[in-house]
């Protein structure tokens, strides 16, 4: 029996059924490294061949109005697709396609009240952890500039906010100076350095909401979760070809998008690694990030928005950080641990590559001026 036993199959299996599919369910086993959604990847047979899908429980402690995210993950990857269509290329790019009901939802319930949706799992091409090249770095930047420029005309409402304030770095810093008086796990007299790091960049960490709140840098559609692990490399070309964990798409800062990356894709080392001085921002890495987003978003990027590249970096670093220590001290209820002292591991990491950053600003604020 496939990892999770029985009953775990035949939960996988009533579930996926109530989608659109054809063919006969093989298995399923958990999959990809996501901190809070729970991820499926489920076996079909269809007439001798073999599928993939993807089924994933939306968490509803993280996501309050799943329907919402859900609403938006529609609206965006329809207009991708059209976008695609429109190229008339022959291309692998791809965007996620929602398996939909036969009442032609994108989403069911199951008996728990839990939101599931499902979709086509894309062949030949896989997400990483860590980069291991500049090439990479730069086809990542521009992917995700790229998706950034599909979204600038999409029709309608304003996307929803599926977790409002979510890049509002003071905001965070708000939550965990809250986490701080409230001490729930006692946790705080291990972690004051860390504190006192953050706390003293308190000033810093606004500077992108002020620039949106003075009106020199546009709210637009952005990812803001853009790890390089969430989009999709080609095996073959090496190219970024799918941009994948929608769930945070909505409107936000383009350079919310652009600082993740710094964050996620510039250091040789995992979110959670230990020794720290494994952890630190390679140049070439940034460079080459600088480079793939302005061969795509260069296209939109207002004067005030290249000038915060660097800054951006820094910033959501800082911010994931705080996010980290204060779900340490709030006892580990939001992302999802394997060891005990895990979000204070996540946390220092994080900080770290933050004073790499820091030392790095001349350089970085360098690259602008060519
Ligand atoms: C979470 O679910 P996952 O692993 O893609 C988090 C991001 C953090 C990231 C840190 C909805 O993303 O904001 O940057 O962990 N997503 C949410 O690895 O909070
Ligand atoms: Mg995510």
Redesign the pocket.
Known sequence: MARGGASLQQKLKKLIYKFNIYGDFVVGTPFG?????DTFLLTFDQGGVRLNYVLQHINSE??KEPVKVMENIDRVTERILRKIYKSHTETRKRTIRLLRTSDNKPYVFDDNGNCWRAYIYIERARAYDVLETPEQAFGIAKAFGEFQQQLIDLPGDRLNDT?PD?HNTPKRIQQLEEAIAADVTGRVKNVQKEIDFILSRKDDAGELIRLNQSGDIPERITH??T?CN?ILIDDLSGEGICVI?L??VMPGLSLYDFG?MVRACTSPAE?DETDLDKVYMRFDMYEALFSGFCESAGAFMTAAERENLANAGKIITLE?GT?FLTDYLSGDK??KIKRAHHNLERCRAQLKLVSSIEEQMNDMMNLLLN
């Open positions: 490294n996501g901190h809070v959604n993280v996501f977790i979510f803001n979760d790890k969430n964990d769930d945070t993740d979110e994931i996010r939001y992302f």
